[in-house]
């Protein structure tokens, strides 16, 4: 399928391979989709400047680019940067179609349904979409979609007018006369309220005051003056601001344009340095809208599809979305004098320079689609590099940020062992951009695709951790040998599942959970030191992880929290440590009154072991991460060996080295440990670890959630 691409200040079309309906998704055939000049426009400028250009107007982004660092160090940084900006941005927020397709747990959709579909990222400008229930309404009867794939739009200038809450016989101020501004005048007007709209263009004015509009002035004509005397003296009940611009004058005239306890709702993207004198005398109300209304930003709400019960919540998004095709519908609100100009999808390079031509731009662009024919094409073929005879080919199952930065690079550094063989992503664009940047034969979005390719040998598993489990064991079962980046699963079923596979399989194919931190060279020269010890060891571990919100994936039901995903780790370390298997396990967790603190980020966990052994974990997000991420301390045989962060080790009690280097957490020792398994037999971790440790995290995660 054909799908828009911003890379490097361009907009670009590109083949890529056709999503699947997910889980509580529709899959949508686009008829047609509509470009946000404002917002795509500013995606498009951005994306075409310099690193340090961007990072002087995303300093958020700076702030994760250092945390990265500081967890996955530098080179897997840059290359998860670089993989993103070569795969570019999929762009596009509001789309109406036909429903070709729905998942699991659907309710309310079937297919042949005409709807309209919202959000960045998901409403893509693409010949198909997967979109979340949540942000998906049907069209009504007579609406036709070049009109209906707006709904985006509306529903933000819905947004903004519930928030300034107008009544009968108001006055309101629109200012900015763009598409938003536009919509804004007529949803007022059928609300029975006086509008003025403010513009500098004569044309958008005209378009207002055919639209609905009492008055429509240019903000340089002392509009603050005409306000008050359009309103008797007194100024406008509210001033709903839908212009775009980094000058903070804009808030102040919409101050200054309001009556003593009037009302500013900011719809637009404007500076926002405030002068107290504006509000304060009058006592102005400053409110924000957020997009397209309550549930935006919220996972539960748009990717998992719970609503919020319409007698707490009466406007959602979803129902934003609806009252705003109703008012289409109905005639309310009509596009023509907006002159939408319509591209098809294959042009919309020539729709955006369109809308860059500030002396001729159109209001409202469109992109169009053919009627689709046939199935949808879920694989595109790419010219491959050839493998090496003798390397294995590796099939990626879920393209993520972790494997395109750490593992993908370290496996194409030792073409004597692997070839990339083929990548699959939900993300079609995702996946093609990491086959093609890698050498792949082929980038899919299908799971089957890979599993049932007779030239992969290896699958690697990076997919979010719920999906572990159940891919693991499927590619187990098509016999593929397996790299799954930790943890193994989330549940005992699952875990009981590949039990059960290799219980029937003993000669099965080679598993390999991505515990990498056994491998680092640190770690090795400690297992050196303790080779021969007479005495069991005591060992002490403390894990500074950092605070992440409770929004965050890794906290919710894809992640399975911190333990599960990440203590994992200290748990495999301990066994390769001992040497043997735990026999006993205590946990116990932080206990907050407040609801910030989870109690899987804050526990300590205790285990025991066959030999004797007793290995703790501190595992917190209280401290900072100014402070270092990790520290182990090990005991035995008259030596204190200890490790901070992965950088240095020290011993004492014996007169030998430690190591010093820079921070190596062993994933690429890691893939030459599988490279060399795979030739071998031999099993870089045996699978009774594996198991056990999955099987302890599970355990401790019910002991710390009890």
Known sequence: MKQVLIRSGQAV???????LAGPGEVLVCAAYSCISAGTEGAGVALSGMPLYRRAMKQPQHVKRVLEMVRDQGLAATINRVKGQLDAGTPTGYSAAGTVIAVGERVDGFAVGDRVACAGAGIANHAEIIAVPVNL??????GLESDEACTVTLGAIALQGIRRANPTLGESVVVLGLGVLGLLSVQ???????????????????????????????????????????????????????CAASSSDAIVAQAAQCCRRKGRVVLVGDVGLSLDRADFYAKEVDFLISCSYGPGRYDPVFERGGAD???AYVRWTETRNMEAYLALLAEGSVTLAPLSPEVFPIGQAPAAYARLKDAADRPLLALLSYPEPDGR??????????????????VGILGAGSFLQAVHIPNMLAMPERFHLRGVMSR???????????????????????????????????????????DLTLRALRAGKAVLVEKPLCLTDAELAAIEDFYAAHPDGPMLLTGFNRRFSPAIRRIAELLRGRSTPLMASYRMNAGFLPADHWTQGPEGGGRNLGEACHVYDLFCALTGSLPVDIQARSMRAPSKQWRADDNFSASLAFADGSVCTLLYTALGTKEHPKERLEVFADGMVLALDDYRSLTVAGRRTKGWQGGQDKGHKALMVALGDGLRTGIWPIALDQQIAIARAALRIQRLISA
């Not at 079309?13 to 999503?19: F, L, N, Q, S």
């Not at 694989?379 to 005879?389: F, H, M, Q, T, Y």
């Open 187 to 241: 949803m007022l007007k059928a609300n029975g309220v006086r509008v003025i709209g403010i513009d500098p263009d004569p044309k958008r004015r005209s378009i207002a005051l055919a639209t609905g509009a009492t008055a429509a002035l240019d903000p340089v004509d002392d509009a603050v003056g005409t306000v008050a005397r359009l309103t008797d003296g007194f100024g406008a009940d509210a001033v709903i601001i």
């Open 427 to 469: 993300t079609g664009a995702t996946a093609k951009a990491v086959a093609t940047r890698a050498g792949a034969a082929y980038a899919t979005s299908e799971v089957d695709e890979v599993l049932n390719d007779d030239a992969i040998g290896l699958v690697m598993i990076g997919t979010r951790h719920d999906l572990h489990g």
């Open 376 to 393: 949808p094409s879920r694989r595109i073929a790419l010219a491959a590099k050839p493998g090496l005879s003798g390397s294995i080919g």
């Open 136 to 141: 998906a309404t049907r069209i009504p009867h």
């Open 13 to 19: 079309v590109e083949d890529v391979p056709a999503p």
């Open 308 to 310: 919020y019960p319409l």
